[in-house]
């Protein structure tokens, strides 16, 4: 079975962009990032309603990459996914590369209670998947270079 949606969920510097990104080039699926719907070029919040609205015509397609947060949107992405990966690799790890790319406080104190906040909510959608569908949850990068070792090729 090839794989046509992908859904990625964590906290800020789990690596879900580059993740998503090395999916995207070896399977060719469409890769979108939550974050673009978030954000406008200008670097304020879109509305709400707005947000939401491009997350769901994402996940409206046949074939897509969708990583990022927005819970929203998760149930109604999760019940379309073919896979789902919860990238949870550890706190310092994610601290460390949040510092490094984007040093502020808010995604740092984001990064702090991430797990607390968000991590149980990212596996109970293994509950709202369609029954063929897989899940992972990839906590090192060891386990991140085996999941894309055994990654199914589309086409």
Do not use: H
């Not at 607390?116 to 569908?133: C, D, I, T, V, Y």
């Amino acid at each position: 079975m090839t794989w046509q949606r992908i859904m990625i969920v964590g906290g800020p510097g789990a690596g879900k962009s580059w993740l998503a990104g090395e999916i995207a080039r070896r399977t060719g699926l469409p890769w979108f990032c939550v974050d673009d719907a978030v954000w406008r070029a200008d670097g304020t919040l879109r509305p709400a309603e707005a947000m939401d609205d491009q997350v769901r015509t994402w996940a409206l397609q046949s074939a897509w990459i969708i990583e990022g947060g927005n819970s929203r949107t998760y149930l109604e992405r999760a019940c379309r996914a073919d896979v789902l990966i919860v990238l949870s690799p550890p706190r310092w790890l994610r601290v460390c590369r949040v510092l490094r790319r984007l040093p502020s406080r808010a995604l740092l104190q984001g990064t702090l209670t991430y797990d607390r906040l968000f991590l149980q909510k990212n596996l109970g959608l293994k509950a709202a998947l369609p029954e063929q569908s897989a899940f992972y949850w990839l906590r090192s990068r060891q386990q991140v270079r085996e999941f894309l070792d055994g990654l199914p090729m589309n086409g």
